[in-house]
């Protein structure tokens, strides 16, 4: 049995910068929604559909403990994001390699 297709790709997923605080909330240990919701000048309901995209895109997943429902980081999912800059790091990287090399072989105007 193949995985279940995502909704949202992490690109979108962390598009919005509460779903980035919320993601970086849930890096240092698994919370509530109460929890997570106290960091936010907005309802639970509007925390809950952050949520919903989040676990769409498979960067967290949720299970219940008790009465509450524990959202956990998996970063995982990241990686897609890691190896996409990785090619820009590179880019960024030779580009300044280029300029620098310019600069130095630069006769001073002077």
């Given at each position: 049995?193949?995985?279940?297709?995502?909704?949202?790709?992490?690109?979108?997923?962390?598009?919005?910068?509460?779903?980035?605080t919320?993601?970086?909330?849930?890096?240092?240990n698994d919370?509530?929604i109460?929890?997570?919701?106290?960091?936010?000048?907005?309802?639970r309901?509007a925390?809950?559909?952050?949520?919903?995209?989040?676990s769409?895109?498979?960067?967290?997943?949720?299970?219940?403990?008790?009465r509450?429902?524990?959202?956990?980081?998996q970063?995982?999912?990241?990686?897609?994001?890691?190896?996409?800059?990785?090619?820009?790091e590179?880019?960024?990287?030779?580009?300044m390699?280029?300029?620098?090399?310019?600069?130095e072989?630069?006769?001073?105007?002077?």
């Amino acid at each position: 049995m193949s995985a279940p297709a995502l909704k949202h790709d992490v690109f979108q997923a962390i598009a919005d910068p509460t779903r980035r605080t919320v993601l970086q909330l849930l890096a240092r240990n698994d919370m509530p929604i109460v929890a997570i919701s106290e960091n936010f000048p907005l309802s639970r309901t509007a925390i809950n559909k952050h949520l919903h995209i989040l676990s769409d895109a498979g960067l967290v997943s949720s299970r219940r403990v008790g009465r509450e429902t524990r959202y956990r980081l998996q970063p995982e999912r990241l990686i897609e994001l890691k190896d996409w800059l990785a090619f820009f790091e590179t880019y960024w990287d030779d580009r300044m390699s280029l300029l620098k090399e310019f600069v130095e072989n630069t006769p001073d105007p002077q």
